[in-house]
Nanobody, 126 residues
Framework: QVQLVESGGGLVQAGDSPRLSCAASGRTLSTPVMCWFRQAPGEEREFVAA????????NYGDTVKGRFTIPRDNAKNTVHLQMNNLKPEDTAVYYC???????????????????WGQGTQVTVSS
């Protein structure tokens, strides 16, 4: 059973550049595609970013494109979310997730992800 544990959330100021981390354990199959989603109160879960196994392919949601990046370290079974120039509307619970294949047509659909972390709250004050 894969376990994903997020860290790095908390209360930050608008304009800050914190980094979230997601550590995976218990993985027995090949390295999967990793992704970040977020969910604000009363909103649907929103795609933030995804990265392929090799790290050469990435996708970003329109609201974070140009501000966030998603580096990964396969040797450490870790993926990060580098968030730059945060805005109050970035406030949400951020979830790490994984899936076995990078299929562009469904990369933003949470239903296709097989394992999820418990989430970490990020609150951006203005």
């Amino acid at each position: 059973q894969v376990q994903l544990v997020e860290s790095g959330g908390g209360l930050v100021q608008a304009g800050d550049s914190p980094r979230l981390s997601c550590a995976a354990s218990g993985r027995t199959l090949s390295t999967p595609v990793m992704c970040w989603f977020r969910q604000a109160p009363g909103e649907e879960r929103e795609f933030v970013a995804a990265i392929s196994v090799s790290g050469y392919i990435t996708n970003y949601g329109d609201t974070v494109k140009g501000r966030f990046t998603i580096p990964r370290d396969n040797a450490k079974n870790t993926v990060h979310l580098q968030m730059n120039n945060l805005k109050p509307e970035d406030t949400a619970v951020y979830y790490c997730a994984e899936r076995p294949e990078y299929i562009f047509a469904t990369i933003m659909n949470p239903a296709f992800y097989t394992s999820w972390g418990q989430g970490t709250q990020v609150t951006v004050s203005s």
